[in-house]
């Protein structure tokens, strides 16, 4: 379903930058509006954790003078956009939410933010997200709640809730997200924009704070499936800087979006419409599927049957490999310190003061699944169903291209909700968690309204590399399912 909610002068990413070039709107001019919405709007919002204004408009204005002396800024040129608060912009702060890195300034840029500034994209903010991307709603920033801009009074999803909420609110065309088992996906589906993962090393992890690195990939959130391909296709391939990034080419998945679904089949993984699931996100997602079939899209059942695993055996490998990463945050190399006698005490003192309680908590778990006595009960048991798990979608994609499910369980869920009860927040991830696991490419796009306020996702997941499939079915999709006729209630433009 297209989505209503558009960037900053009602223009989508692709549009700012083509009437920017052909000289037709000063980048100047959009940027000071969208750095008056951030300040604005993003504030009420919770959306920001820091507004670049500074560098945006001299990287504006440099957009403007390269037009104006004959030069092409690049396919992204004076296209405001956002970036999740852990990936890392030279000179701005990058705190991931998190006291222990509240004043972090990286001494350079992620791979995906120097090719962002590289086609004329401007950086005007970082946004808001759950701790160390640490869970499902936003609500564990150290700092500052992020609302739904659809009720203010319910979570954007997480951890890219801000990215999420700059989008649909229209402060921004698109952001920078990342994924760990959902973080992209869900919040995109939470606020009825479309929110894509891609191919585990199709985006380089250099400047991207670790959380789980097996998992962890750089996502785009955006207002349609165009502009999720367009910039995409701009932050992805190969980087000399992250050994896990992939060698195959990039395609120009922009101009490989046709609409037709008549050459695509669509599996439909039973396991994926469980009892007990929300009524309303299964009568938006079945009904976007009988439209679908309507429309000459074939439809078979696959199976995954090892799906019921996919929530312990996240939650075990992305504990374990957490707890190994955020080691590094000891007060001696960066971040903060708390001065203390010995060097043990500043370790726990730094680190008790520095993480959040959800932060704490899985450090705790995954040092414990990874413990001698313990490690092959878990850790290593858990590998080896998240094998069985790449199994069972090697088997499905046999007989099918796509993979079609709901993204999340439920609607956005009203602040304060799940927070006293982990294992419920935990479930929100459970449909997207797998592509995850997986290392597949896994998009969410709008279909519909639940209470005819509410956005729901529906989610199409494609075989390793298959972005560009996975994109043309999006497109087809989104085209078939046609606008919601809603934008959210706060909105920019
Ligand atoms: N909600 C999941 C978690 O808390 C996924 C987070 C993510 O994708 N970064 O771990």
Known sequence: MESDVFGPAGLRAREIASAVRGGRLRAADLCRRTIDAARGLGEALGAFNSVLADSAMACAQEIDRRVVSGEDPGPLAGVPLAIKDNICTRGSRTTCSSRILEDFVPPYDATAVTRLRAA??????????????????????????????????????????????????????????????????????????????????????????????????????????????????????????????????????????????????????????????????????????????????????????????AIPTYYLIATAEASSNLARYDGVRYGLREPSRTLEEMYRRTR?????????????????????????????????????????????????????????????????????????????DIFTATANLAGLPAISIPCGLASGRLPVGLQLIGDHFQEPALFKAAAAVEALLGPTGMRPPLAAT
């Not at 995954?366 to 290593?380: C, E, K, N, P």
């Not at 080896?384 to 069972?392: F, G, I, N």
Request: glycine share 12%; proline share 6%; hydrophobic share 40%.
């Open 120 to 309: 004329g994209g401007v950086i005007v903010a970082k946004t808001n997200m759950d701790e160390f991307a640490m869970g499902s709603s936003n609500e564990n920033s150290a700092f500052r709640l992020c609302r739904n801009p659809w009720d203010i009074e319910r979570v954007p999803g997480g951890s890219s809730g801000g990215s999420a909420a700059a989008v649909a609110s229209g402060i921004v065309p698109a952001a920078l997200g990342s994924e760990t088992g959902g973080s992209v996906r869900q919040p995109a589906s939470l606020c009825g924009i479309v929110g894509v993962k891609p191919t585990y090393g199709r985006v380089s992890r250099y400047g991207l704070v670790a959380f789980a690195s097996s998992l962890d990939q750089i996502g785009v959130l955006a207002a349609d499936v165009a502009d999720a391909a367009l910039i995409l296709s701009i932050i992805a391939g190969h980087d000399p800087l992250d050994s896990t990034s992939a060698p195959e080419p990039v395609e120009p998945y922009v101009s490989l979006l046709s609409g037709d679904l008549r050459s695509v089949t669509f599996g439909l993984p039973d396991e994926y419409f469980v009892s007990g699931m929300d009524p309303e996100v299964e009568r938006l997602v079945k009904g976007a599927v009988e439209r679908i079939g309507g429309a000459g899209g074939r439809i078979v059942p696959v199976s995954l049957p090892h799906t019921r695993f």
């Open 352 to 428: 008790s003061a520095g993480f959040g309680a959800e932060v704490r908590r899985r450090i705790m778990l995954g040092t414990y699944v990874l413990s001698a006595g313990y490690y092959d009960a878990y850790y290593l048991k858990a590998q080896k169903v998240r094998t069985l798990l790449r199994r069972d979608f090697e088997e499905a994609f046999r007989k099918s291209d796509i993979i079609l499910t709901p993204t999340s369980p439920t609607p956005a869920f009203r602040l304060g909700e799940k927070t006293e009860a982990p294992l419920e927040m935990y479930l929100s």
